[in-house]
């Protein structure tokens, strides 16, 4: 074997072993057992509350256990394929295989940081908000365009994504859109998008082919379960109907179906227009609202244990978190990490992984390191 790919392979081995090790294997194994034991028991569905947390749990223990396995499992059998290869003379063989180590080493890392995805909602299904900036057009379509990133991104992951709310923008785009993402750990991995996203391109809608730049923000919390309880009085919120916006046709909704909910001591203000119903977009909306207000109480959390300041500018108008740049030059820059990407058409189809991984990594080691300079 190729002194790099044994390398490649040590470290592989070590990272599955430190994963087994915060994983607690021996007493995941067992704690599966007992729960896989516990959901055959026709009596566990008495309580519909507990049996959904113990049902996620189950789900949870048997997504890691199988992810561990499956990466042990594809380790051996490409090492079993190299060694073959090497002993047939068969460089195609140990090729293919050393390319599949490699690909592994990524999921791997990508797995390490999962596996610190342990905050108290990480592990929910996700809201994702996007908003355009000033700009009219520009930041409309700017703001499309990012409904497509995060959605092509969710996608890949394998999760579900419903759109909630959209309004379109007069010309082209969107002015704003709230979208549901379903699946495990979809809040851990989204929460560190929330901020500005700003676009530098040669506009499509410029007749004079100028360089234009697009600002939009993007506000992610997490969906809530009925284990947390938040106690929203009815005096404290505003609830306007409207019609629901859309691109018309025979489908077009003509009833002031949609829900927007303010709460007036915060500003924090929510709407959906999925469902036909008013009840069914009313009983949504107050949901997002329960959950944008618990989002706020978990970044005071976040606040008060970080030693450091910066992190309390990670939300906001006035921060941009990342920059995309088409002209004159190819590169998506993260401005808190300082990781690059110098193909955007691949990070606009929802390659956002490392960019993701980064910043979660960051946040872990407890730091916000300064805003490194922005990009011309």
Known sequence: MRQETQILVDEIKQAIALLRRHFDWDQAVKRLEYLNMRAEDSALWNDPTEAQKLMRERQSLDDGIRSIEGLTRALDDNVGLIELGEEEGDEDVVGEAEAAIRSLS???KARQ???MLSGEADAND???EIHAGAGGTESQDWASMLLRMYTRWAERRGFKVEVLEIHDGEEAGIKSATLLVKGHNAYGWLKTESGVHRLVR???YDSNARRHTSFASIWVY???DDSIVIEIPESEVRIDTYRSSGAGGQHVNTTDSAVRITHIPTGIAVACQAERSQHKNRAKAWEML??????EELKKREAEANATEAAKTDIGWGHQIRS???????????LRTGVENTSPSDVLDGDLDEFMEASLSQRIQGGVTAQVADID
Request: hydrophobic residues 35%; charged residues 20%; negative net charge.
């Open 106 to 108: 990524g999921e791997v």
């Open 113 to 115: 940081v999962e596996t």
């Open 126 to 128: 996700s809201y994702l």
């Open 202 to 204: 040669i506009s499509p």
């Open 222 to 224: 997490p969906v809530i």
């Open 290 to 295: 329960r959950s944008r207000l618990y989002e």
């Open 324 to 334: 995309y740049v088409l002209q004159p030059y190819q590169l998506v820059k993260d």
